[in-house]
């Protein structure tokens, strides 16, 4: 048996083409001149058959197509997937069902065809309001074109969000302060508001190392992280996980699984799953490249690279990463169901006793959760409290 039938369980998909590379970006993607739609089509249905085996009986909450930039797959391709997938599984009336788009005027086109294949809420690769920075950032589309297809989306989409980056190079506090309270005007339930970092290997990882890239100093970036919370919260925008800003009921449901720590499928290049079977979870994943990947589906199903049960302590690690990003944090019912020991079992108390009398941490009779202050400087927080782990046995 893989769960109870009231299990609920989310399925991502990866579409890991590009237009062009962006030179902060370290996700699997790709450029490609030409892509056969038809051949994507079935390679994604069929993986996502062969997962659908492993969890019968659960129920689907959410579907997330993201990349990669999956408003460049044709809309019957999106559609084709939904309907399996509603085929596949028992589904929520009000399952969540995300796109994430780029706001060039190439694929607004393709808007209205997605939202009939049955996208209900939009994910907004928006990133800046401002044409030289958006230059900077390696993006395709222009200021205006953001808030143009903001606006469209709005009368498309059920749900509409937008990402945005800051910490950007030369930015300040006082510019970030006023693209913010635009961005309010524009925004509809939901802004995902992201710190510039710089990944190992991407463009911006070797111009910082040259000195080529000028960011914002410490006191700038603590200022703008300090900022863009009470502003939003003033707006009626609360952050309910460190990035992501929402009105209640605007949360992403999807990516609250993920934060939950709950069951997730994954199919698609270099996709990763988390899956509940036989009470053991399992994490998958799946061959990267893309091309190599289609071939192996389309010969035997799938392809995947790994399938296997995770460790306590990885289980640990990984539970306690997502859940302290999230403001309501962890409840202690929800790790022992997940790891099968209380966190009291687990954490050394003298050690949870440092991180909440620095005021870092918060913990209480119904959990635990990183504070305002922990919040940023969440990895520091992480790595303490995962390194106060009590021996096993």
């Given at each position: 048996?893989?769960?109870?039938?009231?299990?609920?369980?989310?399925?991502?998909?990866?579409?890991?083409?590009?237009?062009?590379?962006?030179?902060?970006?370290?996700?699997?993607?790709?450029?490609?001149?030409?892509?056969?739609?038809?051949?994507?089509?079935?390679?994604?249905?069929?993986?996502?058959?062969?997962?659908?085996?492993?969890?019968?009986?659960?129920?689907?909450?959410?579907?997330?197509?993201?990349?990669?930039?999956?408003s460049?797959?044709?809309?019957?391709?999106?559609?084709?997937?939904?309907?399996?997938?509603?085929?596949?599984?028992?589904?929520?009336?009000?399952?969540?069902?995300?796109?994430?788009?780029n706001?060039t005027?190439?694929?607004?086109?393709?808007?209205?065809?997605?939202?009939?294949?049955?996208?209900?809420?939009?994910?907004?690769?928006?990133?800046?309001?401002?044409?030289?920075?958006?230059?900077?950032?390696?993006?395709?589309?222009?200021?205006?074109?953001?808030?143009?297809?903001?606006?469209?989306?709005?009368?498309?989409?059920?749900?509409?969000?937008?990402?945005?980056?800051?910490?950007?190079?030369?930015?300040?506090p006082?510019?970030?302060?006023?693209?913010?309270?635009?961005?309010?005007?524009?925004?509809?339930?939901?802004?995902?508001?992201?710190?510039?970092?710089?990944?190992?290997?991407?463009?911006?990882?070797?111009?910082?190392?040259?000195?080529?890239?000028?960011?914002?100093?410490?006191?700038?970036g603590?200022?703008?992280?300090?900022?863009?919370?009470?502003?939003?919260?003033?707006?009626?925008?609360?952050?309910?996980?460190?990035?992501?800003?929402?009105?209640?009921?605007?949360?992403?449901?999807?990516?609250?699984?993920?934060?939950?720590?709950?069951?997730?499928?994954?199919?698609?290049p270099?996709?990763?799953?988390?899956?509940?079977?036989?009470?053991?979870?399992?994490?998958?994943?799946?061959?990267?490249?893309?091309?190599?990947?289609?071939?192996?589906?389309?010969?035997?199903?799938?392809?995947?690279?790994?399938?296997?049960?995770?460790?306590?302590?990885?289980?640990?690690?990984?539970?306690?990463?997502?859940?302290?990003?999230?403001?309501?944090?962890?409840?202690?019912?929800?790790?022992t169901?997940?790891?099968g020991?209380?966190?009291?079992?687990?954490?050394a108390?003298?050690?949870?006793?440092?991180?909440?009398?620095?005021?870092?941490?918060?913990?209480?009779?119904?959990?635990?959760?990183?504070?305002p202050?922990?919040?940023?400087?969440?990895?520091?927080?992480?790595?303490?409290?995962?390194?106060?782990?009590?021996?096993?046995?």
């Amino acid at each position: 048996m893989t769960g109870t039938a009231d299990d609920d369980i989310a399925l991502y998909v990866h579409w890991p083409f590009c237009l062009s590379l962006c030179p902060y970006c370290d996700f699997n993607s790709h450029v490609r001149d030409e892509i056969d739609q038809g051949l994507w089509r079935d390679a994604l249905v069929r993986e996502l058959e062969h997962y659908a085996t492993q969890v019968p009986g659960r129920r689907l909450t959410s579907i997330f197509f993201g990349g990669g930039t999956p408003s460049l797959m044709a809309p019957e391709t999106a559609g084709a997937v939904i309907a399996r997938a509603r085929a596949l599984f028992t589904t929520d009336p009000g399952i969540e069902i995300t796109l994430e788009a780029n706001p060039t005027s190439a694929e607004g086109a393709s808007l209205a065809g997605f939202a009939d294949a049955g996208i209900n809420r939009l994910s907004l690769g928006i990133q800046a309001l401002d044409d030289a920075a958006l230059s900077a950032l390696g993006r395709t589309h222009s200021a205006d074109e953001g808030r143009a297809t903001i606006s469209a989306a709005g009368e498309l989409f059920e749900r509409v969000s937008f990402d945005l980056i800051y910490g950007r190079p030369g930015q300040t506090p006082e510019a970030w302060r006023r693209e913010l309270d635009e961005a309010i005007g524009l925004a509809r339930g939901h802004l995902s508001v992201y710190q510039l970092t710089i990944e190992a290997g991407t463009p911006y990882f070797l111009a910082q190392a040259r000195g080529d890239l000028a960011l914002p100093d410490e006191a700038d970036g603590v200022a703008m992280f300090e900022d863009t919370q009470d502003t939003l919260a003033a707006a009626g925008l609360p952050a309910y996980e460190v990035s992501n800003h929402a009105e209640p009921g605007q949360e992403s449901r999807h990516n609250l699984t993920y934060w939950y720590y709950r069951d997730y499928l994954g199919v698609g290049p270099g996709a990763h799953g988390r899956m509940t079977v036989d009470g053991e979870i399992r994490a998958t994943r799946q061959h990267r490249a893309p091309e190599i990947w289609a071939k192996q589906v389309l010969e035997r199903g799938h392809a995947t690279r790994e399938n296997a049960v995770l460790p306590r302590d990885t289980k640990i690690a990984e539970m306690v990463m997502m859940g302290l990003r999230l403001t309501r944090g962890i409840s202690h019912p929800e790790f022992t169901r997940r790891i099968g020991a209380t966190p009291d079992d687990v954490f050394a108390s003298d050690a949870v006793g440092r991180l909440v009398d620095a005021g870092y941490l918060d913990w209480d009779g119904s959990g635990f959760r990183a504070s305002p202050a922990g919040r940023q400087r969440l990895n520091a927080v992480v790595d303490a409290l995962l390194g106060a782990q009590r021996p096993v046995g």
